[in-house]
């Protein structure tokens, strides 16, 4: 994939270089950063994570898996004490929060490494080692007919760098 890179010492510089390329229907762009930065966040837009999906399906999981397995072994081997029910689910709530934890924290480990797609094991395209000591840097992915365009609209805002990227 073609882009161009453009590496910025100011967050603010930086901002408005993404907003800029946003208005000109520049849409696919990766913006690296040294630390994470709310500002980033609202100019890009970026959606709401589905690992809270893994989380939610992981925790109604443990706690059916929870309620499940207590009553199961209640049907096979049960403990007939004074009249009470065989499968009382008082005392299964313990079991059942405590499978619900388990599993929905491991179901978000899985799913926050899936969606991420971790390990990589190939380099990310532009990235560049300044861009984890302070500087922040963008991405645009972009033919060659507007690369051009969008190397001058990064020169324009400030970049230290501008250079092609494939």
Known sequence: MQGVIGAFAELDS????????RKQNFNDLSVFSPTPRHELEEVLAA???NVRRFALIGGLLG???GYWIP???SDYWPL??????????VPYTIIGFELMVLIGSL?????????????RLTLTVGYDPRFSHGDFGIWVAAGPDRAPQAAELLRTHGALEVRNER
């Open 14 to 21: 930086t901002v408005h270089a993404i907003e800029e390329l």
């Open 47 to 49: 959606k709401n994570s």
């Open 107 to 119: 179901s978000t480990a899985f799913g926050m490494f899936a969606l991420a797609r971790l390990p």
């Open 71 to 73: 009553i199961w072994m």
């Open 63 to 65: 706690v059916s898996f």
């Open 80 to 89: 007939v004490v004074g009249g009470k029910p065989i499968a009382s689910w």
